[in-house]
C-alpha cells in the first residue's frame, strides 16, 4: 500500500514533460521580442530550421523573419568567432539611428512579446470599434427614451 501511495504521488507532483516551450517557438517568441528582429545563436542547428517550418504565413510574406532566422542559424553553425582578441557581440544601436528613439522604445515596450500575442494596431482598432458601438448603442437609448417622453 506505501509503495502504491508513494508511486502515485511521484506521478501526481511531476511536471509533465510537454510543459517547456518547444524551441521553435522560443527562437520566434526571442525575434517577436526583439524590434531589430536580432536572435541569439543559443538555439541547436534543429530549432531555427523547425522555426522556419512553423512561421506564420502573414509573417513569412511581409517581414523579414525568415531571413533573420537562417542568419542566426548561421551565426550558430559558426560558433563563436573572435575579431582581433574580441568576441563578436550583438550589434548596437548607433546614436544617430531612427529606431533608437524615444517614440519607438515607448511603442516597442507596449508591443507584443511573444510570437502569440495580438498586434498592437489590431488592439488600437478593437478599442476604437468597441468605442463607436458605445456612443452608437448611446444614441440609439437615448432617441428611444426621447420618444417615450413625448405625448402622441
Not at 512553423?54 to 537562417?70: C, F, K, R, S
Not at 500575442?117 to 452608437?136: N, T, Y
Amino acid at each position: 500500500m506505501a509503495v502504491v501511495l508513494g508511486v502515485l504521488a511521484l506521478a501526481v507532483s511531476a511536471p509533465p514533460a510537454s510543459a517547456k516551450t518547444p524551441c521553435w517557438k522560443q527562437v520566434l517568441n526571442e525575434w517577436t521580442a526583439n524590434q531589430d528582429g536580432y536572435i541569439s545563436a543559443d538555439y541547436p542547428l534543429h530549432c531555427y530550421n523547425d522555426a522556419i517550418r512553423h512561421v506564420p504565413e502573414d509573417l513569412a510574406q511581409y517581414t523579414g523573419v525568415i531571413e533573420n532566422i537562417q542568419a542566426a542559424r548561421l551565426r550558430a553553425a559558426r560558433g563563436t568567432r573572435t575579431l582581433q582578441g574580441r568576441s563578436q557581440t550583438r550589434p548596437q544601436a548607433t546614436p544617430n539611428d531612427p529606431s533608437a528613439g524615444v517614440y519607438n522604445s515607448a511603442l516597442g515596450k507596449l508591443g507584443p512579446t511573444n510570437s502569440d500575442s495580438l498586434p498592437l494596431p489590431l488592439l488600437i482598432l478593437a478599442g476604437l470599434a468597441a468605442i463607436m458601438v458605445a456612443a452608437g448603442g448611446a444614441g440609439l437609448v437615448s432617441r428611444h427614451l426621447k420618444a417615450r417622453k413625448t405625448p402622441a
